[in-house]
């Protein structure tokens, strides 16, 4: 009895050893720190790239390369004027003292911008010296012409030539800057060279109109004649 007694209490011995010891291991892992998984939407607050304190992702809508803290903006590159025409070059005055075509501006313009059917329009041109030095240049009426055309430019209509050709010479001494100016009224009808067909009076429409000075030309210009209002 003793024996058994003695191995009983062994037994209880052993057991409560073990209960210790996983009640120790037990506190053990509760105190080991919890780590969160993370969520599978991201929180619209937090920021793109998912760490704090840096953004995430490119800013849109910055036009071309921004520059670095503290350096200049690199200089875009300068605009090319526009509106400005080519033109021509003056060139020098010749020994002759004659205006060179470079050295002249030929400008044409009307007395208004439309006719009534049977007006009759007045051209004027106006002719500049745009060199540097003066210049003589012969502006009488046997140098000027001036030509309409269908608004398309490829229909002769009338020529200031064709049927009225006048002769005379106009020597002008013309200053850098200084112009001179002369008209040239058109009956409103149509002709050809050497006035060799019937004249009609010319359809409503819109046309262009070219002068020249000898074979200096201006720019062409448009006007148009109308229909009379009805009555």
């Given at each position: 009895m003793v024996v058994l007694a003695v191995i009983i209490g062994l037994i209880f011995w052993v057991t409560s050893d073990?209960?210790?010891?996983?009640?120790?291991?037990?506190?053990?892992?509760?105190?080991?720190?919890?780590?969160?998984?993370?969520?599978?939407?991201?929180?619209?607050?937090?920021?793109a790239s998912g760490v704090p304190g840096v953004s995430g992702g490119s800013s849109g809508g910055g036009g071309g390369n921004a520059a670095a803290p503290g350096e200049s903006p690199a200089p875009g590159e300068p605009g090319i004027p526009g509106g400005t025409p080519a033109g021509e070059t003056p060139q020098p005055v010749p020994a002759s003292g004659l205006c060179p075509d470079q050295n002249i501006s030929v400008v044409l313009y009307t007395d208004k911008p439309a006719y009534v059917e049977g007006e009759q329009p007045i051209f004027t041109i106006a002719v500049t010296n745009?060199?540097?030095?003066?210049?003589?240049?012969?502006?009488?009426?046997?140098?000027?012409?001036?030509?309409?055309?269908?608004?398309?430019?490829?229909?002769?209509?009338?020529?200031?030539?064709?049927?009225?050709?006048?002769?005379?010479?106009?020597?002008?001494?013309?200053?850098?800057?200084?112009?001179?100016?002369?008209?040239?009224?058109?009956?409103?009808?149509?002709?050809?060279?050497?006035?060799?067909?019937?004249?009609?009076?010319v359809a409503p429409g819109a046309y262009q109109a070219v002068a020249r000075i000898g074979e200096k030309a201006s720019a062409p210009i448009t006007f148009n004649v109308n229909r009379p209002a009805a009555q």
């Amino acid at each position: 009895m003793v024996v058994l007694a003695v191995i009983i209490g062994l037994i209880f011995w052993v057991t409560s050893d073990d209960s210790g010891k996983n009640t120790a291991n037990s506190t053990d892992l509760s105190g080991t720190p919890s780590y969160a998984l993370p969520s599978a939407y991201s929180d619209p607050s937090a920021s793109a790239s998912g760490v704090p304190g840096v953004s995430g992702g490119s800013s849109g809508g910055g036009g071309g390369n921004a520059a670095a803290p503290g350096e200049s903006p690199a200089p875009g590159e300068p605009g090319i004027p526009g509106g400005t025409p080519a033109g021509e070059t003056p060139q020098p005055v010749p020994a002759s003292g004659l205006c060179p075509d470079q050295n002249i501006s030929v400008v044409l313009y009307t007395d208004k911008p439309a006719y009534v059917e049977g007006e009759q329009p007045i051209f004027t041109i106006a002719v500049t010296n745009a060199g540097l030095s003066e210049c003589t240049r012969d502006v009488g009426k046997a140098m000027q012409s001036v030509t309409v055309l269908n608004l398309a430019g490829d229909r002769r209509i009338w020529a200031s030539g064709d049927c009225a050709p006048v002769e005379g010479v106009n020597n002008q001494l013309l200053k850098p800057g200084q112009q001179v100016k002369d008209t040239i009224d058109w009956s409103g009808t149509t002709s050809t060279p050497g006035c060799e067909t019937v004249r009609q009076p010319v359809a409503p429409g819109a046309y262009q109109a070219v002068a020249r000075i000898g074979e200096k030309a201006s720019a062409p210009i448009t006007f148009n004649v109308n229909r009379p209002a009805a009555q």
